[in-house]
């Protein structure tokens, strides 16, 4: 039979499956499926699958019958067990499914046990995507959940006949839940079990080498970032893949695993400086493939102007100091933000009769600088200065030039004697 994939992401989905209590009857004594009807994996109420799959309950069923009969043929008579074998398919199961998912041997016990009281299911422990790297119980812990059930069932009042014995049970229905979920079908499943029940090593899984690659491998995205996708191409294995982003710009959408050519989708935020690059990781069993998020910087025009009025209107890199009061003029020149300007902030440094340091902050786009011609032909000099704007708009975006930096030039004072 098909196995039923249901997709389960995260910590979210683990919940919601567990949140939803599914009513048990209560004509009857809630000890085994035979007396209760468990949902179907995925049902509401219970977290039955995630990526790593567990078969339909008829075909582990069938596996236990076939189990019946192969410890019949080597001359075992039934036996008192409490546990029949519908019971043992749905709890071994059950606890088998909560152990690779994360749990420990006394929560899945715990957790199973509960059930089997006809509490609702509990949340797995965690949520295993690759069967190629899910943790499963040791014999020894299985056996002891087969004990602590049967003295669940004897304590229940309840009775059953076999010829597999509790240590058998534990060991090879989870024997045979570890080939389901591990990629093999359901005869190739029994075969594998069966064949260790006649005392021959235990053959390896069904899984294959898995490979996927990213198409296209590399997404180029505008300044004002959007929505994007990419397709997960599977080349080898049945195996399912992972998500991760490793830009804190590029945010995941679900789902954030999937298989063979599903889309990983992501949100990429506005960029509000230069260009950037980001990656996102794509796991699966055995690797990883990798593709590149780039994004354009913000587009704009920015540049200020320096102006002596005394001598001319046009832009210049040298205003001469010949006054008491001598004025250069700076003005800013700002176009392309994503928003309207909320402010210039501007800081102004040199070294002239000491160090100073000037700055001014508001709506304007000019910042007029005023100095005084030097006292005496001593203080006549050519001073260097530093000219810092910062623009913000209103939405916070800002840029900052300098000058003498890029495609801005260098800018000086002269200084004259006073008249």
């Excluded at 980001?278 to 990798?290: D, K, L």
Aim: with cysteine; proline share 6%; net charge neutral.
């Amino acid at each position: 039979m098909r196995l039923r994939k249901l997709l389960i992401i995260g910590a979210v989905l683990v919940a919601a499956s567990c949140s939803k209590n599914q009513e048990s009857p209560t004509s009857v004594i809630p000890t085994a499926p035979s007396a209760i009807t468990l949902p179907e994996p995925g049902a509401a109420g219970v977290s039955h699958t995630t990526v790593v799959n567990y078969p339909q309950r008829n075909d582990t069923l069938d596996f236990r019958a076939q189990l019946e009969s192969k410890y019949a043929s080597k001359g075992r008579t039934p036996a008192q067990t409490y546990v029949d074998q519908d019971g043992e398919v749905a709890w071994i199961q059950e606890y088998h499914r909560y152990r690779v998912n994360g749990c420990d041997h006394d929560t899945a016990t715990r957790n199973a046990l509960a059930q089997v009281d006809g509490a609702a299911p509990p949340q797995v422990c965690a949520v295993r995507y690759f069967p190629e790297t899910a943790i499963y119980p040791s014999r020894e812990d299985s056996v002891d959940f087969r004990r602590q059930l049967g003295s669940k069932y004897q304590a229940m009042g309840r009775s059953a006949q076999s010829a597999v014995d509790a240590e058998g049970a534990g060991i090879w229905i989870s024997e045979y839940l570890r080939y389901r979920t591990s990629g093999c079908d359901h005869a190739s499943a029994v075969q594998k079990t069966l064949t260790q029940v006649d005392g021959a090593p235990a053959p390896a899984t069904c899984l294959v080498t898995c490979g996927y690659y990213v198409s296209p491998a590399t997404v180029s995205t505008p300044s004002g970032g959007g929505a994007f996708s990419v397709e997960l191409v599977r080349t080898s294995g049945t195996c399912e893949w992972l998500a991760v982003s490793e830009a804190p710009w590029v945010a995941l959408t679900a789902p954030i695993a999937g298989g063979d050519r599903s889309r990983v989708s992501f949100l990429v935020a506005p960029n509000s400086g230069g260009s950037r690059s980001g990656t996102v990781r794509v796991n699966y069993p055995g690797g990883a493939v990798f593709f590149e998020v780039r994004q354009n910087g913000l587009s704009y025009n920015l540049g200020f102007q320096f102006f002596d009025p005394a001598v001319s209107s046009n832009p210049t890199t040298e205003c001469q100091i010949k006054t008491t009061s001598s004025v250069c003029t700076l003005t800013a020149v700002a176009t392309g933000l994503p928003a309207s300007i909320a402010s210039y902030d501007w800081q102004v440094d040199y070294t002239y009769g000491g160090t100073k340091s000037r700055t001014q902050s508001g709506a304007l786009p000019t910042y007029l600088l005023t100095e005084s011609c030097a006292s005496s032909s001593s203080g006549a000099a050519v001073v260097a200065i530093s000219v810092k704007p910062t623009v913000t708009d209103t939405l916070g975006n800002t840029a900052t030039l300098y000058s003498g930096q890029g495609s801005q030039p260098a800018l000086q004072l002269k200084t004259s004697p006073c008249p």
